[in-house]
């Protein structure tokens, strides 16, 4: 199971989806609300206006430092599309990037696997510190030193 947060940075246009802004992906192994409280609290600022679809996993937020408002979707199948379009999408480029990018996915590795997929799709926002960033990380990292076991040519 996956649990998945994205952020509405701002509303969008009459009509059209909201401008979604950083996502977070987790794997998880059940729903129970301590499991979903406990990404909420790893991956989303404190204060976040929380929206879900009515799951009783979610019920208790507040205390957490989570306003939450449940929207139920039953009996209407495109209200979720309609209510939570970039977790939808979201999930669809994930599914497509699985596919194509490690082609067979092992369980013990999901999470590093959805790791991988996050940075990159996070990264559609960082363009305009991307040099910085590159610098930062060259300076902070440890050299890999690789080394080469050649054999006694003797």
Known sequence: MV?????????????????PGLAALA????????????????????GSQVI????PGYQGLEPHGFP???????????????????????????KRFLLGTPHK???????????EFNYRLNRRTMQTNRFHRLVRACLTTDTIIW????????
């Open 27 to 46: 794997v998880v192994p059940n729903a129970a609300a301590s499991r979903l409280h406990g990404f909420l609290q790893a991956e989303v600022q404190p």
């Open 3 to 19: 649990a998945v947060a994205v952020e509405r940075r701002a509303p969008g246009q009459p009509g059209e989806k909201p401008i």
């Open 105 to 115: 996915v092992e369980l013990q590795h999901l999470q590093r696997y959805l790791a």
């Open 147 to 154: 080394l080469i076991a050649v054999p006694d040519q003797a």
């Open 52 to 55: 879900s679809h009515g799951w």
């Open 68 to 94: 939450h408002t449940a929207t139920p979707l039953a009996g209407d199948p495109q209200a979720a599309h309609r209510l939570f379009p970039w977790v939808h999408i979201t999930l669809s480029h994930r």
